[in-house]
């Protein structure tokens, strides 16, 4: 029997349920399996918390370079490499392209085209605007050269080399490298090798974790150091991203996946049950459910507890489902808004008679997907949108990946006389406020050359 939280808001207060989420999915980054806490020991000889284990891993790195980092991946990953085998050589990212399967392949370049189309059109431009006696011009630059992080320890993820290579290369950005695990599912799998070929990409390092957002963020004798490092990853790979922070810009602190599903009596009980066990299956993912009609929500945990051995990941959704799941009764429509924005969550589906009048009163989500027929699958994988999206109730302040977020700003000022004179009164009054008068004077200087 699935064992799912369930709240009625007519007689419950969901404060407390959705508290519990909020800590299970945080980034605060205290909580691991016992099969991390033994690898910790293991490796350090003492228990440490993840926090601990990035701080003492960054700073090896930082400190010894590329001799920890290749200590690290004997260690951690039980992978020995050296100075030329932790980069995947051009001839094994030709062959595996080579060998691929023409059909994946083919997917691959509609989903890039689809992924530019979209990237492409949200893009910044520079803008201009003309004032009195001058102009000023926000100007966007492309960052130099970033690292791409690629899970690839319990599957492999082409799509996550999508929906971060193509943005970066709609922004311009010259150089990517791509960091992914050595693993079966990550640097040695053909599938992965076979995108970055096709994408263009010819810098791929066999590494991940936190040695391995290290190695690119300082810079090793083998890794050039970054400018930005993008993309999902574990928990140590999420907190070495915020400890890193400062010295490479970076995109997000991710967490677990989640979905919030919103319906009402039009939604079809087999469709919502399959969204959310399609949540679940990341293990840990977490899936909310929230309508306002009751029969939707037991019709859809009754199909939930039918299916969920049909799939090849039932058990990981089940677990994931009990854990970190919960099926929430609001009172109407209104309060399942305001709810979902209180979750603040990385997807919305809104699979109700009206989405998208729904839609606009959702204030915070990483993406909401909207009706019967736009499930969150169809923005993992093929869309255009990138799938790297706000975890962790961060959707209130952060959005999605894009290509802008690999573009820099600029402000551009340029100004003819009779503009430093338009603006040298105001300039004088708060420089002279401040007592800055190394200012005051930079533009009265001027102003008693002109005369």
Not at 50 to 67: F, H, M, N, T
Not at 100 to 127: C, G, M, S, T, W
Not at 180 to 209: H, S
Not at 419 to 435: F, K, P, S, Y
């Given at each position: 029997?699935?064992?799912i ?9 969901p ?8 800590r ?13 806490r ?24 930082q ?18 490499l ?11 990212l030709?062959?595996a392209?080579r ?51 690629v899970?690839?320890?319990a ?9 971060t ?9 010259k ?31 066999r ?6 957002v ?5 810079g ?17 790979v ?17 967490g677990p996946?989640?979905?919030v599903?919103?319906?009402d ?5 087999e ?14 993912g ?12 037991r ?19 089940r ?17 399942a ?10 997807h ?33 994988y093929?869309?255009?949108?990138s ?11 952060a ?33 002279r ?17 002109a005369r």
């Amino acid at each position: 029997m699935l064992k799912i939280p369930w709240v009625d808001c007519r007689s419950e207060d969901p404060a407390h349920l959705l508290s519990s989420l909020r800590r299970k999915l945080g980034v605060q980054g205290d909580i691991v399996s016992p099969a991390s806490r033994a690898k910790t020991k293991e490796v350090f000889g003492e228990e440490l918390t993840p926090s601990q284990v990035v701080e003492r891993i960054c700073r090896d790195v930082q400190k010894r370079g590329l001799a920890a980092v290749l200590d690290y991946c004997a260690r951690i990953d039980n992978v020995k490499l050296d100075a030329e085998s932790i980069r995947v050589p051009a001839d094994e990212l030709e062959k595996a392209h080579r060998d691929a399967d023409p059909h994946f392949l083919a997917a691959v370049r509609r989903i890039r085209a689809n992924v530019e189309h979209y990237q492409k059109a949200i893009l910044h431009r520079d803008v201009v605007v003309e004032t009195v006696g001058g102009y000023l011009r926000e100007r966007y630059r492309p960052v130099r050269r970033v690292a791409v992080c690629v899970p690839g320890g319990a599957a492999a993820y082409p799509s996550t080399l999508l929906m971060t290579v193509v943005p970066a290369q709609c922004a311009g950005v010259k150089e990517i490298a791509v960091l992914v695990p050595p693993t079966k599912f990550g640097a040695y799998n053909p599938d992965i090798l076979a995108t970055c070929f096709e994408l263009g990409v010819n810098e791929v390092y066999r590494l991940g974790g936190a040695h391995g957002v290290a190695a690119l963020a300082y810079g090793t004798e083998s890794t050039p150091k970054v400018d930005k490092i993008v993309g999902p990853g574990n928990l140590f790979v999420a907190l070495a991203k915020k400890y890193v922070f400062g010295e490479v810009d970076i995109d997000s602190i991710a967490g677990p996946s989640e979905v919030v599903v919103i319906v009402d009596g039009t939604a079809t009980p087999e469709f919502v049950a399959f969204d959310l066990m399609a949540q679940a299956e990341h293990s840990p993912g977490s899936s909310v459910l929230i309508g306002w009609e009751e029969n939707i929500l037991r019709d859809t945990l009754s199909v939930l507890e039918a299916r969920l051995h049909d799939m090849e990941r039932g058990d990981l959704a089940r677990s994931a489902l009990e854990e970190f799941g919960a099926v929430i009764l609001a009172k109407n429509a209104e309060q399942a808004c305001e709810l979902t924005n209180e979750i603040a969550p990385e997807h919305v589906h809104i699979a109700t008679a009206n989405p998208e009048a729904l839609a606009e009163k959702i204030d915070n989500a990483g993406a909401i997907f909207l009706g019967h027929f736009t499930p969150v699958a169809l923005g993992d994988y093929a869309a255009g949108p990138s799938h790297v999206l706000p975890t962790g109730g961060t959707a209130r302040f952060a959005g999605p990946l894009s290509a802008n977020e690999f573009l820099h700003a600029t402000s551009v000022l340029h100004f003819t006389q009779d503009g430093l004179e338009h603006l040298a009164e105001d300039v004088i009054m708060l420089a002279r406020r401040e007592g800055l008068t190394a200012h005051l004077a930079s533009v009265e200087i001027r102003r008693r050359r002109a005369r």
